[in-house]
């Protein structure tokens, strides 16, 4: 299994989190259903809480499956290690979460004037 890593400081909102969604196949999900929505869940790994339980993404590129999500000041609040992952839903009520295989790692870093 491998991991993608993630960093970004306490209360900040960038750089955006932007990833290439792939199935078990390395292939782009496809996105291409004008109802489809993808969300973003990140879930403190020591605490199992969840810290976002379904922000909407954006879709950058239907046809390479790019999506980014856009930090809200609340998201980055509180330090520590997070696992992350994109809720694919389609309009016929089907989801797929992605990664699949992998683990998506966001690692919150300790800001210096918790500001």
Not at 24 to 48: C, R
Not at 86 to 95: L, M
Request: charge should be negative.
């Amino acid at each position: 299994m491998d991991t993608a890593t993630f960093l970004i400081k306490r209360h900040d909102a960038l750089p955006v989190l932007k990833v290439y969604l792939r199935d078990v196949n390395d292939e782009p999900v496809d996105l291409s259903p004008l109802s489809t929505a993808v969300y973003f869940i990140m879930k403190n790994v020591n605490t199992g809480t969840a810290a976002i339980t379904g922000n909407i993404c954006t879709i950058v590129d239907v046809d390479t499956a790019i999506v980014q999500y856009t930090w809200a000041a609340t998201d980055t609040a509180i330090a520590g290690d997070y696992l992350g992952e994109f809720e694919i839903r389609y309009a016929d009520g089907n989801k797929l979460t992605v990664p699949t295989e992998d683990t998506l790692s966001v690692i919150v870093i300790e800001d210096y004037n918790n500001e």
